[in-house]
């Protein structure tokens, strides 16, 4: 691991409340959107295409919808997000190293 030096702080909140307190933020330009914003916008197309996919061509199809709510709950119980996993290895979310 590389170190950059620099403060760091611990935020009751989070970064929600930094940037409620009106504390400046810096957002890397190209950066991918957030993980999480990621993983609701594939589970909401995944249950939406199970859906329109269970209606349309095969009841079956409902299944996926299923697959994706019981993964949910997994991950709200547990803590820990199989789809976030996945979306994290993407290209899009790998962070370019630099010597």
């Given at each position: ?39 609701m ?19 079956r ?39």
């Amino acid at each position: 691991a590389k170190s950059v030096g620099g403060k760091a702080y611990l935020v009751e909140g989070g970064m929600d409340a930094w940037k409620r307190a009106g504390l400046p933020t810096e957002k890397k330009a190209g950066a991918p959107i957030e993980l999480m914003r990621q993983v609701m916008i594939a589970a909401g197309l995944l249950v939406l295409a199970g859906v329109i996919l269970g209606t349309g061509v095969d009841p079956r199809f409902y299944a996926l919808s299923a697959f994706v709510g019981a993964g949910l709950t997994f991950s709200g119980v547990t803590g820990m997000c199989a789809m976030a996993n996945i979306l994290r290895r993407m290209p899009w979310n790998r962070q370019i190293r630099t010597a």
